[in-house]
């Protein structure tokens, strides 16, 4: 148990369904991210939020919109997704941006039919 | 960031120690080397990190070279459960949250 929670652990969706995925940390950090981990592929950074302001896009489609109400809570909204977009997603939080260490959720195994 | 080179897959023993190597030729004065790694099902864990001194906690110990162009990561008694993927990433002080996972070293541990 990392302090990091994300729910659903697995989520199955179809390409016009609209969803989100969450994570909560309970760690008191500051910064948050949104990693995507494809099949025979590194771990890609695709958001950061530092004291719920999105710092770094990194160049991700518009179907995945990330939201960041309070510095616990982040989620990843997901619309018109595609087949290639099926992955685990993975949220991490830091003491603050930059911090030594990130502290991984369990990940969100997502399948886009 | 400086590129990081391991070897893709080792076995190692129960009980024994298992010495990960990691190289990071092009590592420049302000980048450090940390150590992650990722169990399946899990998210990645963070295990260690160090600049140019050695480094030791509960979970590993880690030894960079005089020149720092490469590291190993030692894990002194190697459990079943240390069977994981091993990410050895060097990050820039500067650039400050980016970490770069590359394909990592997966350590299979044999009872």
């Known amino acids: 148990e990392t302090g990091v929670t994300q729910t659903p652990r697995h989520l199955v969706m179809g390409m016009t369904n609209k969803k989100s995925l969450k994570c909560e940390q309970h760690?008191?950090?500051?910064?948050m991210y949104w990693y995507k981990q494809s099949a025979k592929k590194p771990l890609e950074l695709m958001f950061v939020y530092s004291l719920e302001e999105r710092v770094e896009n990194n160049s991700v489609p518009s179907r995945f919109s990330p939201e960041c109400p309070n510095s616990s809570h982040l989620f990843l909204h997901l619309h018109t997704l595609q087949p290639e977009d099926s992955a685990l997603y993975l949220c991490?939080?830091?003491?603050?941006?930059?911090?030594?260490?990130?502290?991984f959720g369990s990940g969100t195994q997502l399948s886009v039919l | 960031d400086a590129k990081t080179t391991q070897p893709p897959s080792m076995d190692c023993a129960e009980g024994r120690a298992a010495n990960l190597p990691c190289n990071h030729s092009?590592?420049?004065?302000?980048?450090?080397v940390y150590w992650y790694r990722q169990i399946h099902s899990q998210g990645p864990q963070y295990i260690i990190h160090?600049?140019?001194n050695n480094e030791t906690n509960e979970m590993a110990s880690l030894i960079i070279t005089e020149d720092r162009k490469s590291s190993t990561l030692i894990l002194p008694h190697a459990t079943l459960r240390d069977t994981a993927v091993y990410y050895c990433?060097?990050?820039?002080?500067?650039?400050?949250?980016?970490?770069?996972f590359g394909a990592g070293t997966t350590v299979t541990v044999r009872a």
């Open positions: 991490a939080s830091s003491q603050e941006q930059g911090a030594e260490k990130l502290f």
């Open positions: 760690l008191g950090h500051n910064a």
């Open positions: 990433i060097v990050r820039s002080s500067t650039n400050d949250y980016k970490l770069s």
């Open positions: 092009t590592i420049s004065g302000n980048e450090y």
């Open positions: 160090g600049l140019k």
